[in-house]
């Protein structure tokens, strides 16, 4: 069993990571905790995210799917063709090979809860082709970044 602390969103014994360990992606202003690393019975794994205002997720997509719950703040995310306001208690579904991206875009923090398998592939960011055929689909190219 994990406990929370006093402190908001941090939980003892948890380590407060960068958000990813490849310094090669782009993405602003997030860290993770591991708070449950998964088990033979249960091959999952569940994560908090937390982005300062303006901050925002690498634009990525991968073989594998994510459930993610907002448990503070607001903003927005965009996953496959769509742009959706997000707010606190909201549950995302992240389908496979899905291009997806968080961003904290109303002045405040977002944090989320993610469950993902724990064997899971790396990230795909997206080819100048790609970045090409989303700029084409309508605000897509305005909300990424890259």
């Not at 969103?9 to 990813?20: A, E, N, Q, S």
């Not at 073989?63 to 719950?69: L, N, S, Y």
């Not at 991206?101 to 899971?120: I, P």
């Amino acid at each position: 069993m994990i406990r929370h602390t006093s402190d908001k969103f941090r939980w003892h014994g948890v380590d407060v990571l960068p958000y990813k360990e490849d310094g090669g992606t782009h993405f602003k202003s997030i860290s993770r905790q591991t708070l449950f690393q998964g088990s033979n019975d249960l091959p999952v794994e569940m994560r908090y995210f937390e982005m300062a205002k303006d901050g925002h997720s690498t634009l990525e997509r991968h073989q594998h799917q994510h459930a993610v719950m907002i448990i503070r703040g607001s903003g927005q995310v965009f996953v496959g063709e769509t742009i959706t306001p997000i707010n606190t208690h909201d549950v995302v579904h992240i389908p496979a090979f899905t291009w997806h991206q968080f961003r904290a875009t109303n002045g405040e923090e977002l944090g989320f809860l993610c469950v993902v398998s724990m064997d899971r592939d790396k990230p795909q960011r997206p080819t100048p082709e790609n970045l090409t055929e989303l700029n084409q689909i309508p605000k897509v190219g305005e909300f990424i970044r890259v």
